[in-house]
C-alpha cells in the first residue's frame, strides 16, 4: 500500500539502525512534542531497537494533557448547565476534574455530545436553535484553522447560539519555556509533522539560533521517526544546530498559509494556562473583539474556580519529560485508562497511556 | 405508509398474537415452536453448552448483516467455539414504539436465515414493546443450546506453551463495517462485517485435529483481548507476529486514517485456536476448504511464561522487527458495535 509499507519496510529500518548505531557515541536526549510521534515510537517498538545512549522523552505534545485544570473544572461547570449542549471530541470525556469528569456529568444528565468535527457542533447548533451549543476547542496549531473557519462561518450564517471554549495552544512557546526551565538537557528535538505543515518549519529558527538545539521535523511511520533521529544526532555530531525537514512529503518551510490566515482572522495570541508548565506567554489563542461573541468563557460568565490537582498525581512532570510515568507511584496502580487521576492516563496521545498500553513490565 | 409497532403490540393481547403468528411464526416455522407451550421442550443427550448473549448494536443494518443476523451467529459462535454443536435457540426482542413492521419482518427473516444456515432451531422467545426512547428500535436476547461433540476438550484454561494461535482469516471487518456505517464519520468504503456463523468451518477444524486445546471468537475487543483473556486463563506468554495478520486493505486504510489498531476491532465470524504446532497444518487445510476459512493463517506461537514477569504478556513482534506488548481494549473505541 503506497505510504505505508514503505515507511514501514524491515530492511529500510534495519539500515537506520545501523547508521544510528555507527552515529551515536555520546549520550543524546531527544524530546517529541507531538502525542502522535509518542503513541507512534511505543506502538512500534521504537526505543527497544535504538541504542540505549539515546534517549527518547515525551513532551507537551498532547492537547487533553496539557489543559489546566482550572479549564477543565470551568468546562464541567458549563456542562452542568442545562440549556448548554456541550459537543467535544472523545479524547475529552474521561478527563477527570476536580470534581468529576464530563462522563459522569453525562450519566448525571448533561447533554454531552462527541462530535468528530467541529462543523458537526455547528450544524448541532443550526438543527436545534433553542438549545445553545457549545464546543470545546481544546489542540493545537493543526485544529486551530479548522475551527477558526466554523467560528467565521457562524459568524457568517449569524447563528448565535454557538460559541466555542478555546484552550488552544501553541507549540513554539512550549518549547521554548520547556528549555528556559533547564530541568532538562535537551539535545534535539522531533518537532511535530502535522502542527508544522500548518506554521512551516521556520517556526523553529529561534530554537535553533537562540538555543543551539537541532530541530529536525518528523513525519510518524517508523521510518521517519528513525531517519529523524539520525539527521538530529548527525546535527549535534557536527555541532550544529539547525532547522530540518524529515517530513518533507507534507511540510515547507512556509507551512500552509491560507490556514494561517484563517487562524489569524479568527484568533489571537494570549498568555494561557498549561499543565505542568504555568501560564506560558503568548502560548494561547483567544478569539479576536470581532467574534468575542463565541466566546463561551464570556457568554456564559464562568467563574474561575479554586482547583486542585489530583494527590500524587505527577502528570505535569511527565509533561516537561523530567519524569517518566513508571516514576509515579499511582502509574497502573490506582491510575489506569479506566479510573484516571491525571489526563495523560485518559488521551490517547497520552504519555502514561501510551506507556500502559506499551510499555508496561 | 409502514405500519408502525405500537405498545399494544407488545400487551400479549390481539395484536400480539397477530405479529406472532405473521411475523415470527412463518418465519422461524418448526414443530417445537409450534406448540406455543410457555417453554419449549426438546430432547437432547449428553454434555451440553449453554449461552446467552444480548445485541443492542446500531446501527441495526449494517454492510454485512443486521441485528437479526448477528443475534444468531454470536450465539451460535459462543457454543461452536466451546466444541459443542448448536442446535437450539430463544430469542426475545425488545422493540421500541414506532418501529416499522417491515424493519422487524426483515430482521425476522434474517435470524430464521442465519439459523437455517446453522442448522439450529429458534425454538421459543418473547416480544416486548417499549415507549419511545426506551431502547434504541430494536435489542434482541438469543439464548442456545448445544450439545459438546463427544471428542473435545476445549477451555481457554488449555494453551499450552509450543501451541500455535490460528485465525480463520482477516481481523476488524466488523468494528469497520459498523464504523463506517454510522454517519457521524462521514465515511464511505466497501467494508462489510464479517458476520457469519461458524459451527461448520469449526466442525471441520475438530475432526481434521481433535486435539485442539483453545477456541474464542475475538469479538468485542477484538483479537487483543482475547488473547489476553487467554494468556490470562492459561498462564502463558502468546507471541504474535504483526506481518502474519490478515487485515482487507480497506479495513487496513479505515484504521490508519483514524488512528486505531485492528487487533482492537471487533470480530462476528472469526475464530482464534490454539493446538499443538504439529497440528497447524491440517487446521489450515481444514479451514481453507471452507468459504469462511479461505485467509486461515497461523499468527504466532505460546509460550511459556517467564519467571520474571508479572503478569501473563501477550507480545506482538512488530513489522519493523521489534517487540511491544499488546493488552485488552480499555474504554471503548466504539459503543453498541454488537
Known amino acids: ?361 | 405508509m409502514d405500519e408502525k409497532i405500537l405498545l399494544a403490540h407488545g400487551s400479549g393481547g390481539k395484536l400480539t398474537h397477530r405479529l406472532l403468528s405473521e411475523i415470527v411464526f412463518p418465519a422461524f416455522s418448526n414443530p417445537i415452536l409450534k406448540k406455543c407451550e410457555d417453554a419449549a421442550v426438546v430432547p437432547l443427550e449428553g454434555t451440553c453448552a449453554f449461552t446467552t448473549d444480548s445485541f443492542v448494536i446500531q446501527p441495526i443494518f449494517f454492510p454485512g448483516g443486521d441485528i437479526g443476523k448477528l443475534s444468531v451467529c454470536g450465539t451460535v459462535n459462543d457454543l461452536a467455539v466451546m466444541g459443542a454443536r448448536p442446535r437450539y435457540l430463544t430469542a426475545a426482542c425488545i422493540i421500541e414504539e414506532g418501529l416499522g413492521v417491515s424493519v422487524l419482518r426483515t430482521v425476522v427473516a434474517s435470524m430464521a436465515q442465519a439459523a437455517k444456515k446453522a442448522g439450529v432451531q429458534i425454538v421459543g422467545g418473547d416480544l416486548k414493546v417499549v415507549e419511545k426512547g426506551a431502547c434504541d428500535k430494536i435489542f434482541i436476547n438469543t439464548t442456545g443450546i448445544g450439545l459438546i461433540l463427544k471428542t473435545c476438550r476445549i477451555s481457554a484454561n488449555n494453551a499450552r506453551p509450543g501451541d500455535c494461535v490460528i485465525i480463520n482469516g482477516t481481523i476488524g471487518d466488523h468494528g469497520a463495517a459498523v464504523m463506517s456505517a454510522r454517519k457521524d464519520y462521514k465515511l464511505r468504503s466497501s467494508i462489510r462485517s464479517d458476520c457469519a456463523c461458524l459451527n461448520g468451518l469449526i466442525e471441520r477444524v475438530l475432526r481434521a485435529a481433535p486435539g485442539v486445546h483453545v477456541m474464542r471468537d475475538p469479538t468485542r475487543g477484538g483479537v487483543a483481548t482475547t488473547l489476553k483473556e487467554i494468556a490470562l486463563q492459561s498462564n502463558v506468554e502468546i507471541l504474535i507476529e504483526e506481518d502474519a495478520l490478515p487485515v482487507n486493505g480497506p479495513v487496513r486504510g479505515l484504521c490508519e486514517i483514524l488512528g486505531i489498531d485492528p487487533l482492537y476491532m471487533a470480530n462476528e465470524g472469526k475464530v482464534l485456536v490454539f493446538a499443538p504446532a504439529k497440528d497447524a497444518q491440517k487446521i489450515i487445510a481444514a479451514m481453507r476448504k471452507h468459504p469462511l476459512g479461505k485467509r486461515a493463517a497461523v499468527i504466532g506461537r505460546v509460550t511459556s511464561r517467564p519467571a520474571r514477569s508479572d503478569t501473563p504478556h501477550v507480545l506482538l513482534h512488530t513489522s519493523i522487527g521489534s517487540t511491544r506488548i499488546i493488552d485488552m481494549l480499555s474504554g471503548g473505541q466504539l459503543p453498541r458495535i454488537c
Open chain 1, 1 to 361: 500500500m503506497k505510504y505505508i509499507d514503505e515507511f514501514r519496510d524491515k530492511e529500510i529500518v534495519k539500515g537506520l539502525i545501523s547508521a544510528i548505531n555507527a552515529s551515536a557515541r555520546a549520550k543524546i536526549n531527544l524530546m517529541e512534542v507531538c502525542g502522535t510521534h509518542t503513541m507512534a515510537i511505543f506502538r512500534s517498538g521504537i526505543k527497544q531497537i535504538l541504542p540505549s545512549s539515546i534517549d527518547l522523552i515525551s513532551g507537551p505534545g498532547c492537547p487533553v494533557c496539557v489543559t489546566s485544570q482550572s479549564d477543565i473544572d470551568r468546562m464541567l461547570s458549563l456542562a452542568r448547565n442545562k440549556d448548554i449542549v456541550i459537543t467535544t471530541f472523545g479524547d475529552m470525556l474521561k478527563v477527570p476534574g476536580t470534581k468529576g469528569s464530563l462522563e459522569k456529568e453525562n450519566a448525571g444528565g448533561a447533554d454531552i455530545r462527541i462530535v468528530y468535527s467541529p462543523l458537526d457542533a455547528l450544524a448541532i447548533a443550526g438543527r436545534e436553535p433553542r438549545k445553545e451549543v457549545v464546543f470545546l476547542a481544546v489542540g493545537f496549531e493543526t485544529t486551530a484553522p479548522v475551527i477558526a473557519s466554523v467560528v467565521s462561518d457562524a459568524a457568517q450564517k449569524k447563528i448565535g447560539n454557538f460559541s466555542i471554549y478555546s484552550c488552544h495552544k501553541t507549540i513554539p512557546p512550549a518549547m521554548k519555556a520547556l528549555l528556559e526551565a533547564q530541568e532538562l538537557q535537551i539535545d534535539g528535538f522531533l518537532c511535530p509533522g502535522h502542527v508544522t505543515s500548518i506554521i512551516g518549519s521556520r517556526a523553529y529558527d529561534f530554537i535553533a539560533a537562540d538555543y543551539g538545539i537541532p530541530c529536525v521535523v518528523s513525519g510518524f511511520e517508523p521510518t521517519d521517526i528513525l531517519e529523524t533521529v539520525l539527521m538530529l544526532i548527525r546535527q549535534k555530531e557536527k555541532n550544529r544546530a539547525c532547522v530540518e525537514v524529515q517530513y518533507a512529503r507534507a511540510v515547507r518551510r512556509q507551512g500552509n498559509v491560507k490556514a494561517q490566515e484563517m487562524m489569524d482572522r479568527v484568533f489571537e495570541p494570549a498568555d494561557a494556562d498549561w499543565r505542568g508548565l504555568g501560564s506560558i506567554p503568548q502560548s494561547g489563542l483567544r478569539l479576536r473583539k470581532e467574534y468575542g461573541s463565541f466566546d463561551a468563557a464570556v457568554k456564559f460568565r464562568i467563574p474561575s474556580f479554586k482547583t486542585t490537582e489530583p494527590r500524587g498525581c505527577i502528570c505535569g512532570d511527565v509533561l516537561r519529560g523530567v519524569k517518566t510515568p513508571q516514576q509515579c507511584r499511582l502509574f497502573a496502580k490506582a491510575c489506569t485508562p479506566e479510573n484516571p487521576f491525571g489526563p495523560c492516563m485518559v488521551s490517547s496521545e497520552g504519555t502514561c497511556a501510551a506507556w500502559f498500553k506499551y510499555n508496561r513490565d
